[in-house]
């Protein structure tokens, strides 16, 4: 009944990202790749508002996802990023493999700090489970580039395909990260997130589910083994959730919870 939904929130969760997602760390001519595996824990409380009836639940789900970054050289003012996602996707009984591909724009402002914008493209093998989708962002530095910390924006959106029994559910969120680099070997990133999942209609289930509001927190911790070797472990958490109501009238309440924690190798080159 509830399946799919953790994955509509998912835009939220701050996922670990094989390569760099700061515009500052991107150079022309530089290629990341990283693996990475992660495991997420989704946690529902639902409540029926007309007899009070409630119940409980949990999902869990393990990620692995192999990653390459590479920036051309500069074209102008722009520098052209191209980045390229495998992610094999378990939960329960479904298996889902999803290929990310995203093209993206950096460029220096007249202040040294940078912006960029991006397009993506998720295709999914298996929409039942996990759908595919369309998606672009833009990224923003805020900070000084005297400063030891660097803090950016970024603003996404994503529009998932109309496929299988799922249609609905595009999304908009708002990122800030903070990253501080506490010495040559150690840097610490935090990471909070705010987002809007639009109504989603599961067809073959007569099921529409209204969704509030998605806050999503994260951090990690980046161990520099020397400059072209890194690793990683992060934590995330979301809170959100929504309103299920059926064509007969039935209303059912459901608060969700989601934890994920991940490791990454990254490797620069």
């Known amino acids: 009944m509830y399946k799919g939904l953790p994955l509509a929130l998912a835009f939220a969760s701050l996922p670990t990202f094989a390569a760099p997602q700061l ?12 693996l990475g595996i992660s495991q997420t824990d989704v946690e529902y409380d639902h409540k029926n508002p007309n007899t009070g009836y409630t119940e409980s639940d949990k999902l869990s789900s393990d990620d692995f996802a192999f990653s390459g970054l590479f920036a051309l050289e500069n074209t102008g003012s ?5 980045a390229l996602t495998f992610n094999n996707e378990k939960e329960e009984s479904d298996t889902s493999k999803i290929f990310t ?23 999914s093998d298996n ?16 900070s000084d580039n005297l400063s030891k910390n660097y ?20 999304s908009l969120a708002i990122t800030n990260t903070l990253k501080v680099a506490s010495s040559n070997e150690i840097d610490f990133e935090l990471q909070a997130a705010l987002g809007m999942v639009s109504d989603i209609d599961f067809k073959n289930q007569d099921l529409k589910a209204d969704n509030d ?14 400059p072209s070797l890194t690793i990683s472990v992060g934590l995330s958490k979301i809170f959100g959730g929504t309103t299920y109501t059926n064509s007969l009238g039935g209303e059912l309440n459901t608060d969700i919870e989601s934890t994920e924690i991940g490791a990454q190798i990254i490797s620069r080159f």
């Open 23 to 34: 515009a500052s760390e991107i150079q022309a001519g530089e290629s990341w790749i990283s």
């Open 78 to 82: 722009f520098l052209p990023v191209i």
């Open 101 to 123: 591909g995203q093209f993206g724009l950096i460029k220096e402002q007249s202040n040294g700090k940078k912006m960029g914008l991006f397009v993506e493209y998720n295709h």
């Open 127 to 142: 929409p039942d489970a996990t759908r595919g989708s369309y998606g672009a962002g833009f990224l923003l530095q805020t």
């Open 151 to 170: 803090n950016q924006l970024k603003f996404t959106i994503d529009i998932p395909k109309s496929e299988g029994d799922t249609k609905g559910g595009r």
């Open 213 to 226: 509001l998605v806050f999503g927190l994260a951090g990690k911790i980046y161990f520099n083994l020397d």
